[in-house]
């Protein structure tokens, strides 16, 4: 038997649990890899729609002439350069934000996280850097809305919060952006 070549079975075993543990770190890396890669993807799409959201809001706002109502939650109001005496409704509902329109109702988003106390998806301050209330201040007052857009991940591991800021330039507010004027 001394001249014998080949393995012994403890080799053998030996080199097979090897072989397993090389297989197992190698598949939790791969594992590993594709959910951060799934995540960061969720994480895209995540941002992409919040940027569409707060964009077209905030392209919806800009030109507006009249406030009718204005809440934490909602803001109704008038733009006579695209419709006259048309109202518009930008609305929080649960998970949603809709643009309404002449009384027909259009998703701009879902997936909306839920709002802290004290968070509201718009506020609205005059020039001096104080509220504007659309019930009291006369709409030339008003200098700013805050928009902040709170959306939750796929997965439900936390929130995104995303804002932006209109100032509204067909109000004549002193110091705020001029409407673009096409007869000079």
């Known amino acids: 038997m001394k001249g014998q070549k080949g393995l012994t079975l403890i080799e053998v075993v030996v080199s097979l649990v090897l072989l397993g543990i090389i297989v197992l770190v190698a598949g939790f890396g791969l594992v ?6 799934i995540m960061s993807r969720n994480n895209a799409d995540l941002v992409q729609k919040a940027q569409f959201t707060l964009n077209r809001i905030r392209l919806e706002l800009i030109s507006m002439d009249s406030v009718v109502a204005a809440g934490n939650d909602s ?3 008038t733009d006579n350069e695209k419709v006259l005496n048309t109202q518009y409704t930008l609305a929080r509902s649960g998970n949603q934000i809709t643009l309404t329109v002449g009384g ?17 998806l ?12 659309a019930g009291t201040d006369d709409f030339r007052n008003l200098y700013s809305i805050d928009i902040r857009v709170a959306l939750s991940r796929p997965d439900m591991s936390g929130t995104f919060p995303f804002e932006t800021a209109v100032n509204p330039r067909g109000n004549g507010a002193r110091n705020g952006p001029k409407a673009i004027r096409y007869d000079l």
Request: net charge negative.
């Open 104 to 120: 027909q109702s259009y998703l701009l988003t879902d997936q909306l996280a839920a709002y802290g106390t004290g968070e509201t």
């Open 32 to 37: 590993q890899g594709m959910q951060a890669y």
């Open 75 to 77: 803001i109704t109001y």
């Open 122 to 133: 718009f506020s609205y301050t005059k020039d001096d850097g104080t509220a504007w209330n």
